[in-house]
């Protein structure tokens, strides 16, 4: 298990346009380890998922894992997923607002997202594959992409006074938040 340093809102690294992987370049020692450190390193946080250069690796890759994470009790379950050059088209114009966190920003915040979503990309074996994805998940993807063009959910936070700390988020914000999003959700899934 290799668990890597996460980088911080404020490193230049999470504003970098990252580059695409080549087939030959995922194929490699260096790049498989990295994907199975990313994995050990969300997990170790207790992530939705990370970024290459939340590990300080400005490369197109992403690993997503939902399995009952204490940060996010409402999100469903998404399998462990790795994304290897992501591509995501927005369907439709229903979207939702849902209070984000991210292992990078020691804050929540509220960003509008698109509700559905075709997530194209390679997966670590360099195998295409597409996912029509709904909901939180859909939304999921929207955060881990933005990672990879530079962008941070803060930056599409359009009333920064939905701003705050996990602590406050959870006294004051959690309750709320849950009880739509999970009504939400149930919508979503039926
Ligand atoms: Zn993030």
Do not use: E, G
């Given at each position: 298990m290799a668990v890597r340093a996460i980088a911080m809102i404020g490193d230049p690294v999470l504003r970098v346009q990252s580059a695409p992987v080549s087939s030959q370049e995922l194929a490699s020692a260096e790049m498989q380890q990295l994907i199975d450190d990313m994995i050990d390193t969300m997990r170790a946080a207790n992530g939705a998922g990370i970024a290459a250069n939340q590990v300080s690796?400005?490369?197109r890759i992403a690993v997503v894992e939902v399995s009952g994470n204490p940060r996010y009790p409402y999100k469903p379950r998404v399998p462990l997923t790795v994304l290897v050059n992501p591509e995501i088209e927005l369907l439709g114009d229903e979207t939702v607002v849902i209070n984000e966190g991210c292992l990078s920003v020691p804050l929540r915040g509220e960003v509008l997202r698109h509700v559905e979503i075709r997530l194209s990309y390679l997966d670590r074996h360099g195998e295409a594959q597409q996912q029509v994805l709904r909901g939180l998940t859909a939304a999921t993807m929207q955060h881990e992409v933005d990672h990879l063009d530079g962008v941070l959910f803060t930056d599409r936070?359009?009333?920064?006074?939905t701003l705050a700390t996990w602590p406050e988020y959870e006294l004051h914000q959690r309750d709320d938040f849950v009880a739509r999003i999970t009504e939400f959700v149930k919508t979503i899934e039926s």
């Open positions: 690796v400005a490369k936070v359009d009333d920064l006074r």
